[in-house]
Nanobody, 114 residues
């Protein structure tokens, strides 16, 4: 079992920045990739960014050049630095870990005001 706890969401003005964190516990040593997904009301959950154990990263097109995902394997924590935020980035952001199955965090709200 793996538990994921997100933090760092909040309200920010357009053009501002936020840093999300996701701390993994339990059988965290078994985690392969970790990532961030976002979901708005009535929408499907969408990939924002992922990072593998080896540090390989992948970003959704809408966040390339603005968001940066990173990972501290010693702390079993993944981060996402969100810069140049836009109102369209407003969503609930979920952390995901890939082990023998998928694990999800509870989500953290990001609201960007215009």
């Amino acid at each position: 079992q793996v538990q994921l706890v997100e933090s760092g969401g909040g309200l920010v003005q357009a053009g501002g920045s936020l840093r999300l964190s996701c701390a993994a516990s339990g059988s965290a040593f078994r985690i392969n990739a970790m990532g961030w997904y976002c979901q708005g009301p009535g929408k499907q959950r969408e990939l924002v960014a992922t990072i593998t154990n080896g540090g390989y990263t992948y970003y959704g097109d809408s966040v390339k050049g603005r968001f940066t995902i990173s990972r501290d394997n010693a702390k079993n924590t993944v981060y996402m630095q969100m810069n140049s935020l836009k109102p369209d980035d407003t969503d609930v952001y979920y952390c995901r870990a890939v082990v023998e199955r998928l694990y999800w965090g509870q989500g953290t709200q990001v609201t960007v005001s215009s």
